[in-house]
Each structure stands twice: as C-alpha cells, then as structure tokens.
Nanobody
Framework: QVQLVPSGGGLVQPGGSLRLSCAAS????????MGWYRQAPGKQRELVAT???????NYADSVKGRFTISRDNAEYRVFLQMNGLNSEDTAVYYC??????????WGKGTLVTVAS
C-alpha cells in the first residue's frame, strides 16, 4: 500500500500563487507516477499534472504555462507550483500515485480557493 499526504492549499487572490506538496510513504517502490487531480464543485475529477518517476510530465491544457510539477529526488515527494491562479482553478486537489500495474492511490483532498 501507498500512503499519500498532501499539504498546501488555501485561499489566494486571483493572479496569486500557491504550492502544493505530496509525500508518499509505504510501498513507494510500487509507484510509477505521481501527480495531482482536481475536482471543482459540480464537475468531474480531472487531471492537473503528472510526473513519471522515470521522467516525463503531463499537464492539462488549462494549466500549461502556469503550473509546474516537480519532484524531490531524495524522497517520493512531488510539488505543484501554481502561478497565475484564477477562479477556474478553485477546486479540491488530490494527490495521486499509480503503480506500474495501473493501481491508483489517492491522498486526501486539499482545497484551493481563488477569490478576491
């Protein structure tokens, strides 16, 4: 099993920045990719950004150029730097990990609210 513990999130004004962090523990050898999904009120959960442990990243079109996913190479910890936030980024953000066999692990959600 893999445990994912997120941190960060909160209230930010439009145009502002936030940084999310997610630390993995447990059977981390079982992780092939880590990243973030989000779910806005009344909408389905959607991919925000993912990073393959072997290299390579993937971003939703809506966040390209504004969000950056990175990793602490010493640990199984990923970060999501979010810049230029707008109201459409308001959502609950979920840390996610996937095993090489397609098994998904989820952390608790962390709320990001963009409002003036």
């Amino acid at each position: 099993q893999v445990q994912l513990v997120p941190s960060g999130g909160g209230l930010v004004q439009p145009g502002g920045s936030l940084r999310l962090s997610c630390a993995a523990s447990g059977s981390v050898f079982n992780i092939a990719a880590m990243g973030w999904y989000r779910q806005a009120p009344g909408k389905q959960r959607e991919l925000v950004a993912t990073m393959q442990m072997a290299g390579g990243t993937n971003y939703a079109d809506s966040v390209k150029g504004r969000f950056t996913i990175s990793r602490d190479n010493a640990e199984y910890r990923v970060f999501l730097q979010m810049n230029g936030l707008n109201s459409e980024d308001t959502a609950v953000y979920y840390c996610h990990a996937r095993s090489p066999y397609g098994i998904d692990f989820w952390g608790k959600g962390t709320l990001v609210t963009v409002a003036s």
